[in-house]
């Protein structure tokens, strides 16, 4: 499985827009990128992926780079309850039978009131 | 609320003892997933099921693991003679069947914390 890199831990400002960046310079042509986020004691929460094209939805938007080794999440306005984990995967939408998420050990996000 | 649930969400047990763990997926999913996680990592994946039927299993799902999903809905999963090592969160989720080039969330329950003395 193509593999992602995450910074381990960021910090940002309330009401201040957050940047998550992910690396998986592995990726490969069929491979979506998605987001999913933990916060403490819950289990994971889908919240958003993309293939190509920048992404939005309620929650976040993503932003894929050109040649897709690289994405970006964007929290646009931080709140206390945006501090979570936050897993960047890959998952190969042309391969049947690979159902699983592999997460890594993610992005542990602080937001500072 | 109509979310993932799991049941119980703490179970303490003595090494040696079988414990099971049910989850209740959201009612219109026909996948159904269980993961693994240990403090400080990610979920990693046990199993998953299509309706009842259990489509792959990880290498982590010893002999000492087994799951069911008899009538596709609701999902167990046992451990029997509990090591040490089964310390963990047990997260359940579910999901719609995805499609060949189109993704499908999975939605996850809280877990079950499992304590082994």
């Known amino acids: 499985d193509a593999k992602t890199t995450q910074p381990n831990s960021m910090e940002s400002n309330e009401e201040e827009p957050v940047h998550l960046p992910c690396n998986h310079s592995t990726i490969s042509g069929t491979d979506y990128i998605h987001w999913y986020r933990q916060l403490p004691s819950q289990g994971p929460e889908y919240v958003i992926h993309?293939?190509?094209s920048n992404v939005n939805n309620r929650m976040a938007s993503l932003a894929i780079a050109e040649d897709r080794k690289s994405s970006t999440l964007i929290l646009h306005r931080a709140t206390l309850r945006d501090a979570a984990v936050y897993y960047c995967i890959l998952r190969d939408y042309f391969n049947f039978g690979n159902e699983k998420l592999t997460f890594g050990t993610g992005t542990r996000l602080t937001i500072i009131p | 609320d109509t979310g993932v649930s799991q049941d119980p969400r703490h179970k303490i047990t003595k090494r040696g003892q079988n414990v099971t763990f049910r989850c209740d997926p959201i009612s219109e999913h026909n996948r159904l997933y269980w993961y693994r996680q240990t403090l400080g990592q990610g979920p990693e994946f046990l199993t998953y099921f299509q309706n009842e039927a259990q489509l792959e299993k990880s290498r982590l799902l010893s002999d000492r693991f087994s799951a069911e999903r008899p009538k596709g809905s609701f999902s167990t999963l046992e451990i029997q003679r509990t090591e040490q090592g089964d310390s963990a969160m047990y997260l359940c989720?579910?999901?719609?069947?995805?499609?060949?080039?189109?993704?499908?969330?999975?939605?996850f329950g809280d877990g079950t914390r499992l304590s082994i003395l």
């Open positions: 993309g293939l190509t």
């Open positions: 989720a579910s999901s719609l069947e995805p499609g060949q080039g189109y993704s499908q969330p999975q939605h």
